[in-house]
T-cell receptor, first 118, second 115 residues
Framework: GAVVSQHPSRVICKSGTSVKIECRSLDFQATTMFWYRQFPKQSLMLMATSNEGSKATYEQGVEKDKFLINHASLTLSTLTVTSAHPEDSSFYIC??????????????FGPGTRLTVL | AQSVTQLGSHVSVSEGALVLLRCNYSSSVPPYLFWYVQYPNQGLQLLLKYTSAATLVKGINGFEAEFKKSETSFHLTKPSAHMSDAAEYFCAVRGGDFGNEKLTFGTGTRLTIIP
């Protein structure tokens, strides 16, 4: 149980275009979802936290108009990178948790999406 | 506020030898602590977690960790390394109460296994 999927796993786009990444909880309801960014050989940096039906809470330094997060249902959150530029190239990982479950204190991670902006 | 320090960005051990990955934490509230493993181009897999129950926590793949409050440590160990243990390992901390669910990750330790 507690499986999180991401789609796509890899995307290449041209500079200036927008890219949408989906994060789905497959077998549980995700009351909270998290989006992380990981540069090569570095740790995960939290970008934003989203609760279903609410606006996302962004970490300091993360541009909310550039990284649009939508958490419209208990099983789906999307991250849209708008007007992507090469410096946005990174590995994006989502995670999900369910406050109503016995594993409320745990985040379940998706497999990640590799974004390359040319 | 909370933080995690992982000592040693790279650790190499021989196959069959003891694995010890170090993690020290700082937290203003009783912490929940986690160890995750990441293989190349993959997400994170939970190895084990401490949530204020037993201080010695056993996880998957033969790993275990001991919570030592006096030393603010949560080091990860495995008695005998296997080639498949080669990966990146992350220690993470979060506040233990509801509404404070953000995870703070350490910088990671790359474990290499020498045949």
């Amino acid at each position: 149980g507690a499986v999180v999927s991401q789609h796509p796993s890899r995307v290449i786009c041209k500079s200036g275009t927008s890219v949408k990444i989906e994060c789905r909880s497959l077998d549980f309801q995700a009351t909270t979802m998290f989006w992380y960014r990981q540069f090569p050989k570095q740790s995960l940096m939290l970008m934003a936290t989203s609760n279903e039906g609410s606006k996302a809470t962004y970490e300091q330094g993360v541009e909310k108009d550039k990284f649009l997060i939508n958490h419209a249902s208990l099983t789906l959150s999307t991250l849209t990178v708008t007007s992507a530029h090469p410096e946005d190239s990174s590995f994006y990982i989502c995670s999900a948790s369910d406050w109503a479950s016995p594993t409320y204190n745990e985040q379940f991670f998706g497999p990640g999406t590799r974004l390359t902006v040319l | 506020a909370q933080s995690v320090t992982q000592l040693g960005s790279h650790v190499s051990v021989s196959e069959g030898a003891l694995v010890l990955l170090r993690c020290n934490y700082s937290s203003s509230v009783p912490p929940y602590l986690f160890w995750y493993v990441q293989y190349p181009n993959q997400g994170l897999q939970l190895l084990l977690k401490y949530t204020s129950a037993a201080t010695l926590v056993k996880g998957i793949n033969g790993f275990e960790a001991e919570f030592k409050k006096s030393e603010t440590s949560f080091h990860l160990t495995k008695p005998s390394a296997h080639m498949s243990d080669a990966a990146e390992y992350f220690c993470a901390v979060r506040g233990g109460d509801f509404g404070n669910e953000k995870l703070t990750f350490g910088t990671g330790t790359r474990l290499t296994i020498i045949p």
